[in-house]
T-cell receptor
Framework: KNEVEQSPQNLTAQEGEFITINCSYS?????LHWLQQHPGGGIVSLFM???GKKKHGRLIATINIQEKHSSLHITASHPRDSAVYIC??????????FGKGTHLIIQP | DVKVTQSSRYLVKRTGEKVFLECVQD?????MFWYRQDPGLGLRLIYF???????EKGDIPEGYSVSREKKERFSLILESASTNQTSMYLC?????????????????FGPGTRLTVL
């Protein structure tokens, strides 16, 4: 069973700072997801990647398959980026195995 | 836009009651999933279905069953609810990889049902 570890668990930063959230997993994978969950529960898929790097607006996700590690970066962070960010990898039965999430607060 | 809807946002039930959580998706996705989310434990897969009338156990199926009679609808059933099943339940769906040729496809999540069992 894949173990997914995220760091940090909690992160508070000032508006405009560059944010990095890390994810490590124990078993080789075919794809890794970054998800965003706002207060109230709704989950949005930010990225799904299997190699290299993807960018969407101020969000950048990278993955190093050999090192079993991925990072999510937020440039020019804003209070509306405050959310829980969750890393997930393909697990058993084609479902996902999730990290415990990183609770991000961006202060104005 | 893909839309995944769940029948209730909040639900309160009593111990021993039979509980049905419904999930509907409108994008003709083959795969549907039920997860539960608990503080400190994160999200965990309960059951998964890759086709009508097909189901697979996830990581924590005990105490749950599922039903997939139609492609767009996936139901999670708690036969006899217990207090340790108080949780946030999230449904998700995705395309079957055979349709896209991808190894794995993006999952789209519903808004969640917060179930409290008293």
């Amino acid at each position: 069973k894949n173990e997914v570890e995220q760091s940090p668990q909690n992160l508070t930063a000032q508006e405009g700072e560059f944010i990095t959230i890390n994810c490590s997993y124990s078993v080789g994978i075919s794809a890794l997801h970054w998800l965003q969950q706002h207060p109230g529960g709704g989950i949005v898929s930010l990225f799904m990647l299997s190699s290299g790097k993807k960018k969407h607006g101020r969000l950048i996700a990278t993955i190093n398959i050999q090192e079993k590690h991925s990072s999510l970066h937020i440039t020019a962070s804003h209070p509306r980026d405050s959310a829980v960010y969750i890393c997930a990898v393909r697990g058993g039965a084609d479902g996902l195995t999730f990290g415990k999430g990183t609770h991000l607060i961006i202060q104005p | 836009d893909v839309k995944v809807t769940q029948s209730s946002r909040y639900l309160v039930k009593r111990t021993g009651e039979k509980v049905f959580l419904e999930c509907v998706q409108d994008m003709d996705h083959e795969n549907m999933f039920w997860y539960r989310q608990d503080p400190g434990l994160g999200l965990r897969l309960i059951y998964f279905s890759y086709d009508v009338k097909m189901k697979e156990k996830g990581d924590i199926p005990e105490g749950y069953s599922v039903s997939r009679e139609k492609k767009e609808r996936f139901s999670l059933i708690l036969e006899s609810a217990s207090t340790n099943q108080t949780s946030m339940y999230l449904c998700a769906s995705s395309l079957w990889s055979g349709r896209t040729g991808a190894v794995h496809n993006e999952q789209f999540f519903g808004p969640g049902t917060r179930l409290t069992v008293l």
